[in-house]
């Protein structure tokens, strides 16, 4: 809950990351490897979704310091808000409002980490950069790619939806940082959708202009860092003599196991030729499935379906966002009955009107 939070006297440093229940198998592997080697660290669990019936979920029993509920943040309208959003959407667009909150609270240090990321060694470096930067980025690429398969792979993909990779950012609580935490949760507020073709890619196209917009802004180019399909082909992974993994020489610090399942499987095995990086995915991939709950309805995200259970389609979010009067007439959309936003759309639909 928002009143359990640490203020910054208390915790100087809070890694937080925001997923559904969908992802808590994640988020479980990412918790433990950050304690691992930051047992002083205040880790947060920002969760935009709610518990199926039955599912026994007990906060003392996870590997969080504190949870949040994404209906808890102060966004006005939420139930309206949550609604214009898909899964992805809403579970990037509350990023920005959480720094925001917690710089708020005097936290001196803040870093996100994507749920579906392990941390193989500390992060103290970052810890460090921020006493001389207020930004810290990572590049999707920090190698220009050799062959014309992987630049459309990878450059013209980061063309597309962002330099930076926004699964991870670190944020200092000076005048620069929270100047840069109020804009970027403006804009998530405000726009943190899915539509490349209005040039917007959820949270993370915006941070391009980060560089142009402020100062104290560190690119971070060190490879051992935000290591994931879309760079893996410029990576080369190794072990020291004490096992230690290294990439390019240097130790590895994150992974980014993005797109687990056919699509990451198919880019590692395009792009990694050493076996150590199908071992550390084979490692995940246990992991992940021994953190996985018994009792958790495959898939599940309260906020896809009505109340009374049925599938909201994407053309119902983008119909309600696109259309003040609609929200202003049905501030309470996931509701079904006379008078819903749920009945305007059947009502539509039966009239044979595009919604």
Not at 151 to 164: P, Q, S
Not at 227 to 246: C, E, F, K, M
Not at 296 to 315: K, M, V
Request: net charge negative; hydrophobic share 40%; aromatic share 12%.
């Amino acid at each position: 809950m928002i009143e359990q939070l640490p203020s910054g006297s208390a915790s100087p440093v809070v890694c937080f990351t925001s997923f559904s229940f969908a992802y808590l198998n994640r988020a479980r592997v990412l918790a433990e490897s950050v304690k691992r080697f930051h047992p002083d660290w205040c880790f947060v669990a920002l969760i935009s979704d709610l518990p199926p019936a039955g599912f026994d979920f007990d906060p003392s029993q996870e590997p969080f310091d504190h949870i949040v509920w994404g209906h808890e943040l102060p966004i006005p309208a939420i139930s309206s808000w949550i609604f214009k959003h898909d899964l992805v959407e809403l579970c990037t667009a509350v990023k920005g409002p959480m720094i925001e909150l917690l710089l708020e609270r005097g936290i001196e240090k803040v870093i996100y980490l994507d749920p579906d990321i392990a941390v193989f060694g500390p992060l103290d470096p970052i810890v460090e950069e921020l006493d001389s930067s207020s930004i810290v980025l990572t590049p999707h690429q920090v190698d220009p790619e050799v062959t014309e398969t992987a630049i459309f792979d990878n450059e013209v993909t980061a063309l597309r939806h962002g330099v930076y990779n926004l699964g991870f950012v670190a944020v200092r609580n000076d005048a620069i940082g929270t100047r840069f935490a109020s804009w970027w949760a403006d804009r998530l507020r405000s726009y943190c959708y899915d539509e490349l073709d209005r040039g917007i890619f959820v949270d993370q196209k915006w941070c391009d202009l980060v560089p142009a917009f402020f100062d104290r802004v560190k690119i971070l180019r060190d490879p051992g860092y935000n290591v994931a399909s879309w760079n893996i082909s410029q990576r080369r992974l190794t072990a020291d003599d004490n096992g230690a993994l290294l990439v390019n020489g240097q130790p590895l610090r994150f992974f980014h196991f993005t797109k687990l399942g056919p699509i990451g499987a198919m880019m590692t095995e395009r792009y990694a030729g050493e076996l150590l990086v199908h071992e550390i995915w084979g490692w995940y991939r246990r992991s992940v499935e021994a953190a996985t709950p018994v009792d958790l309805e495959p898939g599940w995200w309260h906020y896809g379906r009505f109340e009374n259970g049925e599938p909201i389609a994407t053309e119902a979010r983008r119909v309600y966002r696109s259309q003040p009067g609609l929200r202003e007439e049905f501030p309470e959309p996931f509701a079904v009955g006379r008078g819903t936003y749920h009945e305007w759309l059947r009502t539509q639909a039966a009239a044979g009107r595009s919604a």
